[in-house]
């Protein structure tokens, strides 16, 4: 009964392979967020569907392409990764896009990039 | 846009003293400021949050407090225990579709 659920939980690849990270929520909720945590912990967004549609998008490379196919699922793609992109990726959702509805987290996917 | 800053990075307390953590932030428009816990390795949750109509608020040995006119709000931890070891966030938005933005953390430590 896990709410938000991540795979993979560790995904170590090579510069310039492409890979994804999937998510799905059980919550019935309609809002999806992807955040990236670097190595400092900084928790930083970078986009939100709301009922599969994109309505935060924050200054991301375009190697980013996120993909929501219903509003349980959110999908990243990752292509030509980079050093710089090994981080913690989390994934969220929330009852709605209204920003005062708590946001619940997946367990995280630890990327590596060598 | 939003600019929060979080104070101290580290954090040590014996057992069943009192921790106190602070942000700031920059935009007059945010109000709603939750707070975030994270322990080592899992995921961040929510542990409490306030609004900007209200000065404080509790919830056991948690409380938050606000002040609008200096633009910061602070976690008060009271009686810390050593299952309150972990990464603490704050973070505020103006409300709507705005994106939470998160502090750098506070590694919180309480010593046994």
């Known amino acids: 009964d896990t709410a938000v659920s991540q795979t993979p939980k560790y995904l170590v690849t090579q510069m310039g392979n492409d890979k994804s990270i999937k998510c799905e929520q059980n919550?019935?909720?309609?809002?999806m967020y992807w955040y990236k945590q670097d190595s400092k912990k900084f928790l930083k967004i970078m986009f939100s569907?709301?009922?599969?549609?994109?309505?935060i998008n924050e200054t991301v490379p375009n190697r980013f392409s996120p993909k929501s196919p219903d509003k349980a699922h959110l999908n990243l793609h990752i292509n030509s990764l980079e050093l710089g992109d090994s981080a913690v990726y989390f994934c969220a959702s929330s009852q709605g896009p209204r920003i005062t509805y708590e946001q619940y987290f997946g367990p995280g996917t630890r990327l590596t990039v060598t | 846009g939003e600019n929060v800053e979080q104070h101290p990075s580290t954090l040590s307390v014996q057992e069943g003293d009192s921790a106190v953590i602070k942000c700031t932030y920059s935009d007059s428009a945010s109000n709603y400021f939750p707070w975030y816990k994270q322990e080592l390795g899992k995921r961040p949750q929510l542990i409490i949050d306030?609004?900007?109509?209200?000065g404080e608020k509790k919830d056991q040995r948690i409380a938050v407090t606000l002040n609008k006119t200096a633009k910061h709000f602070s976690l008060h931890i009271t009686e810390t225990q050593p299952e309150d070891s972990a990464v603490y966030f704050c973070?505020?938005?103006?409300?709507?579709?705005?994106?939470?933005?998160f502090g750098k953390g506070t590694r919180l430590s309480v010593i046994a």
């Open positions: 306030i609004r900007s109509n209200v």
């Open positions: 919550l019935g909720h309609d809002t």
């Open positions: 569907y709301n009922n599969k549609e994109l309505i």
């Open positions: 973070a505020a938005s103006p409300s709507g579709n705005t994106p939470l933005v």
